[in-house]
């Protein structure tokens, strides 16, 4: 039998000028329950996360009730934890100069009226409860310090110290929600995560699940609301669906998943040579690529395959090794992204607002960005220009909505993933470089990103793609190398490349004899 709500929203609106973002959306959370929030990118989901945080406001006539106590909307920033929320965002939402200590008390010294801080006595306090959550990060380290994996994790353990306040104020009651909180976890990682949902919803607190993943929205949800052009497309109940019902609801119809015809390695040519390329955990790597080719590079999170597109760009710096593009040949250690892109080298690194796009500026700016001297006149920029290249440059790649002067930020992070794909595309580069290029991208906007990427090969770029998703690169590769300890071990092509036997090999990689690697 389903329980009373925790939270109930009904009505709720959102327009942005003349864009509707969500349309009379209706949202009920039953206490102790783990709700699933899907939609493709655009759907209104990070809007609606937004509402409830106190970011944004909604239009009027919009109703939210928590523990059948109506709430006035709009909340004020920071309202929510007293109303017993808590928040972990996309973008984590941590200080990078701080320490992990630093971090997870923020929420506590914002709301206490405190005029000297034990730093010796809530450090040990951080250490235990990290300990308590299995977790071997040492409080005293600085965010920016930590690997992408550990900051994930520190704000999870954030967010879940912050609930637990809540129970205890709250007798029980408290609402967790995680906008797309696995995308930098390992397999353990999630795991993990998903371990401590359910330690918590067995005190009956709520979780809100927002992802893109319909394989974890089926292993830890009991309910999910399906959001599609800001609207409830249906609310299902999790062990009843299939995934196949899950995506016909999100996309509107049956989607077919995106290959890309595996192209056999040319023998007698090489477009570009990587060798003896060494980084902060990768050494001694050497691979090569043909015109047209797609390499995946993958393994388990620290076997330093993640490293290599950004030190081969120049991103960070190589210790050692070669690049050869066409026959002209880099000291690595010496690259840097002007450089690289000279040679005809793009790179679109993981973290898209942080290090591939500017937030705050337009599409028109983050398009135009690679090739801005083009625009250049004596009194300035061709403003007017980049904004007419912007938006046929967008409408060819289906950005949507296709508004050259919206900044970045706005768009959702599918919508980013192509604006900031189109611009290197659009330079025809030589050499491609991905970094988990469908990250917190919808099922239907990542079969378009495959197919841009398969595009870009059938027209001679080399392409390297590194990647932990296994059924992205068991779609889109022609090659998938696996590493472990910093090296490659195996290679997989044709018929041994498949989704499973690419994580079979990451898992076993950890055995692997290193005396035995791929040369």
């Keep these: 039998m389903q329980k009373t709500p925790a939270l109930q929203i009904t009505n709720l609106s959102k327009h942005f000028g003349g864009a509707v973002a969500l349309d009379g959306v209706s949202l009920s959370v039953s206490r102790g329950e783990v709700h699933g929030l899907?939609?493709?990118?655009?759907?209104?989901?990070?809007?609606?996360?937004?509402?409830?945080?106190?970011?944004?406001?909604?239009?009027?006539?919009?109703?939210?009730?928590?523990?059948?106590?109506?709430?006035p909307l709009p909340l004020t920033p920071g309202q929510f934890r007293e109303l017993g929320m808590a928040f972990v965002h996309q973008h984590l939402g941590l200080i990078p100069s701080l320490s992990v200590t630093e971090n997870i008390c923020l929420s506590d010294f914002a709301t206490?009226?405190?005029?000297?801080?034990?730093?010796?006595?809530?450090?040990?306090?951080?250490?235990?409860?990290?300990?308590?959550?299995?977790?071997?990060?040492?409080?005293?380290?600085?965010i920016q310090d930590l690997p992408q994996v550990d900051r994930c994790l520190v704000a999870i353990v954030r967010a879940m110290e912050e609930v637990r306040s809540a129970q205890e104020a709250h007798?029980?009651?408290?609402?967790?929600?995680?906008?797309?909180?696995?995308?930098?976890?390992?397999?353990?990682?999630?795991?993990?995560?998903?371990?401590?949902?359910?330690?918590?919803?067995?005190?009956?607190?709520?979780?809100?699940?927002?992802?893109h993943d319909v394989d974890e929205i089926m292993e830890i949800t009991d309910r999910a609301t399906v959001l599609r052009d800001g609207q409830v497309a249906g609310v299902i109940e999790t062990d009843r669906t299939s995934p196949e019902d899950?995506?016909?609801?999100i996309i509107g119809k049956r989607v077919t998943a995106y290959q890309a015809?595996?192209?056999?390695?040319?023998?007698?040519?090489?477009?570009?040579?990587?060798?003896?390329?060494?980084?902060?955990?990768?050494?001694?790597?050497?691979?090569?690529?043909s015109g047209g080719e797609v390499l995946g590079l993958t393994g388990l999170i620290g076997s330093g395959f993640?490293?290599?597109?950004?030190?081969?760009?120049?991103?960070?710096?190589?210790?050692?090794?070669?690049?050869?593009?066409?026959?002209?040949?880099?000291?690595?250690?010496e690259m840097n992204p002007e450089k690289a892109i000279g040679l005809g080298m793009a790179f679109l690194p993981a973290d898209r607002i942080g290090a591939s796009g500017a937030g705050t500026l337009p599409i028109s700016d983050n398009m135009t960005l690679p090739s801005m001297a083009n625009f250049a006149r004596k009194l300035g920029l061709d403003r007017l220009g980049m904004r007419q290249w912007?938006?046929?440059?967008?409408?060819?790649?289906?950005?949507?909505?296709?508004?050259?002067?919206?900044?970045?930020?706005?768009?959702?992070?599918?919508?980013?993933?192509?604006?900031?794909?189109?611009?290197?595309?659009e330079l025809k580069p030589r050499l491609l470089l991905l970094d988990e290029p469908t990250q917190g991208v919808d099922v239907g906007a990542r079969q378009q990103v495959f197919a841009a990427i398969d595009q870009a090969a059938r027209e001679g770029a080399s392409i390297v793609c590194a990647s932990t998703d296994a059924e992205?690169?068991?779609?889109?590769?022609?090659?998938?190398?696996?590493?472990?300890?910093?090296?490659?071990?195996?290679?997989?092509?044709?018929?041994?490349?498949?989704?499973?036997?690419?994580?079979f090999q990451c898992y076993s990689a950890l055995s692997v004899d290193q005396t035995a690697l791929v040369e």
């Design 261 to 289: 015809t595996h192209r056999k390695k040319p023998a007698d040519r090489s477009a570009v040579i990587v060798s003896d390329l060494s980084g902060a955990t990768c050494r001694n790597v050497s691979f090569d690529l």
């Design 246 to 249: 899950f995506i016909e609801l």
């Design 472 to 503: 992205q690169l068991a779609q889109i590769c022609d090659r998938v190398i696996v590493f472990a300890q910093g090296r490659p071990v195996i290679e997989l092509t044709g018929e041994r490349l498949t989704k499973e036997e690419i994580v």
């Design 171 to 211: 007798g029980g009651e408290g609402i967790l929600v995680l906008d797309e909180p696995t995308p930098f976890l390992p397999r353990i990682g999630v795991e993990k995560l998903f371990n401590l949902v359910r330690q918590l919803v067995k005190k009956d607190a709520s979780v809100i699940f927002v992802s």
């Design 306 to 333: 993640d490293e290599i597109p950004s030190l081969i760009y120049g991103a960070r710096t190589a210790l050692d090794g070669m690049l050869s593009i066409d026959g002209k040949e880099t000291m690595l250690r």
């Design 112 to 142: 206490q009226n405190q005029w000297r801080i034990d730093w010796r006595g809530e450090t040990q306090r951080i250490r235990r409860i990290l300990t308590e959550y299995e977790l071997a990060i040492d409080p005293t380290t600085k």
């Design 390 to 425: 912007a938006q046929e440059t967008g409408a060819a790649h289906d950005v949507r909505p296709n508004n050259p002067d919206l900044n970045l930020e706005n768009l959702s992070g599918g919508n980013q993933q192509k604006v900031l794909l189109a611009k290197w595309l």
């Design 38 to 71: 899907l939609g493709q990118n655009g759907s209104g989901k990070s809007t609606l996360i937004k509402i409830l945080s106190g970011f944004l406001a909604p239009q009027p006539g919009a109703k939210l009730v928590l523990y059948d106590r109506e709430i």
